[in-house]
C-alpha cells in the first residue's frame, strides 16, 4: 500500500514558506527585517540624481558590506542571541520571536536574566481545563482507512482485543512484501521472514473463504522518554501470559502514519494500519493457537495480551500541522488518544514518569551528538525556556506544548517534562482507572512493588516465584551509558533554574493524581 491509497494532502508548501521567510536582524535588541532594509536603500536609490548615483550605490555596496561582516561575526563567534540564518523547512508557523527578556546565551553569569524568564513564564500560566473532544464522525473523515480496517467489535471470549479479518490475497504471495517496517528496518525483515513460512497454516477457512487474525494490543506503554520505559518493558516481556511488538517502539500512532520516520527528513510514505497490525502476527498466532488447542468442545479462554510500548505515544503531537486544519487558538483539532480511543475505548496504559529536571538531562546525554557538557546544557536550556516564553507572548500554554515549531526550535526537549498538560488531555479520553501512572525512582528503589502494581493493573494472574525472582531482580536496562557518566551532572543554577520552571507543573500533577510525590521535593538522583 502506498501514498497513493490515501485521501490526503498537505494543507500547505512547506518548501514555498521556507524560501518565503524574511532572515532576521536583531539589532539592539529590536527585530529588523533585512529585506526591508535593502528596500529602502532601493527606492532612495530610484529618487537620486544622474550625478549622485554612483555615491548612492557605492554607499549601498559598503552598507551591504559592513551588514555582511555583522552576520559573520554573529556566525563565527556562535553568538545566538539576534540572527536566525536557517529556520527549518519544517516549520510552517511563523518564527517564533523570543520573549522580552533577551540576554547572553553563552554565558553561565545570566543567572538573573534566566529567572526573569522563568518568572515571566509563570505569571502567564494558565493549565487548560477539559477539551472539546471532536466528533466520532470528524476523526473517521479524518481516517477513513483505518477505520475501515479495524471493526467496532471484537471477538469474545479472548481478553485481547482481536478479530478475523478475510483474506483475498493470493495464498502464494508473499504477505508482508508490502510492509514499510520490513522497507526500513533489518530486523522486521528477518521477522517478517520467519513469519511468512508459518502465515498459510495460520488461515482459518470458513465456507470457501480464508480468514487471518487480527490483534490490537491490550495495553499500552506511553511514556515518557528517559523515564524507565525500556526497563519495565524488558521485565514485561518475562512475563508468560505478556507479547510485545517485534521491537520496543513502533512508533506507528504518533509518526508512521503520517510518514514521518524523522522529522527532519520531511514525509515519506505513510505507514498504512495493516503495517502496524503485521507487528502483532507473532503474539496472534499464539492467541489463535490456545484459542482453537481445546479440542475438547469446551471454550477455550486465552489468557495472553499483547503490549505496545512507544514512548512517544503520550506526547508526540507533531505531525498535525501538516494534516489537520488549524484551530483558532493554535491548538491540535485531534490528538492521538483520540483515535485510539474510537477504535479501542477499554485500552489501558502505563505512563512512567520520572523528576523532569533529571529527565531533561539524561534526554540530552543520550540524544545529543557532540561536545555535550554541562555547560552546553545550560545554554540549550536558557535558549529553550527563552523560546517558550516566546511562545507564551502570542498563545496559550497548551498551544505552545503543542506547537510543533516551537518543539522543533528548542534545543533541549523541554515540553517534555510537562507531564500533567499530556495527562489532563488523556484524562478527557481515558478514565483514571485506565491509565496508571508510576514513578521511576520507586521502581528503581522497589522493583517488585512496581511490578506488583503493574500485573494488578493489567489482571495478569499469579506466577512462580522463580519467575517472579527473575522479573524482578534482573539488571537495570538502558541505563546512562560510561561517557555520558563522566560528563558528570548538570550545573547547580541551570538545576535551580529548571526545578523553579517545573514546579507549578509538577504542584498541578500531584493535585491531580493526589500524590505529593510527584512533586520530586526529595528525589534522589537515578
Known sequence: MTQMDYKYSLLGSTVD????????????????????????????????????????????????????????????????KGLLLTPSPYHLNSLVSPGPFAFNLSSVKDY?????????????????????LPELKALMRSDPHMFSVIPRKFLPGIKNPCWYEEFTGNITTDPYKTNLYGRYSRRFRTVFQ??????????????RKLYRMRCLPYFYIIGQPKCGTTDLYDRLRLHPDVKFTTFKEPHWWTRKR?????????LHDRYPVEDYLDLFDQATHQIQ???????????SHPKIIIGEASASTMWDNNAWVYFYENTTEGEPLFLIQDFIHAVQPEARFIVMLRDPVERLYSDYLYFGIANKSAEDFHEKVSESLQLFDGCLTEFTMRSC???????????????????????????????????????????????KYTMHKVFDFLNLGPLSKEIESQITRSPASNTRRPADKNLGPMLPITKEILRDFYKPFNEKLAKVLQNDTFLWENNSKL
Not at 197 to 204: E, G, N, P, T
Not at 289 to 299: D, I, K, M, W
Open 258 to 266: 503520517f510518514g514521518i520516520i524523522r522529522l527532519s527528513e520531511g
Open 194 to 207: 520467519h513469519l511468512r513460512s508459518a502465515f498459510h497454516h495460520h488461515l482459518l477457512r470458513r465456507n
Open 289 to 299: 493457537g490456545e484459542l482453537t488447542a481445546n479440542t475438547s468442545g469446551s471454550p
Open 401 to 447: 506544548v503543542y506547537n510543533t515549531t516551537v518543539n522543533n526550535a528548542m534545543p533541549v526537549r523541554l515540553q517534555v517534562g510537562l507531564y500533567i498538560v499530556y495527562l489532563i488531555d488523556w484524562l478527557t479520553v481515558f478514565s483514571k482507572e485506565q491509565i496508571l501512572v508510576l514513578r521511576l525512582e520507586d521502581h528503581a528503589s522497589n522493583r
Open 17 to 80: 514558506d521556507y524560501h518565503k521567510r524574511p532572515l532576521l536582524l536583531q539589532v539592539d535588541d529590536t527585530p529588523m527585517n533585512l529585506f526591508a532594509i535593502l528596500e529602502v536603500k532601493r527606492d532612495l536609490t530610484k529618487r537620486s540624481s544622474a550625478a549622485g548615483c554612483k555615491i548612492r550605490l557605492y554607499g549601498f555596496l559598503f552598507g551591504l558590506a559592513v551588514m555582511f561582516l555583522i552576520m559573520a561575526s554573529y556566525v563565527l563567534t556562535g553568538d545566538k
Open 112 to 132: 538573573a536574566h534566566i529567572k526573569l524568564v522563568v518568572k515571566s513564564i509563570k505569571s502567564k500560566l494558565e493549565f487548560p481545563s477539559s477539551r472539546q
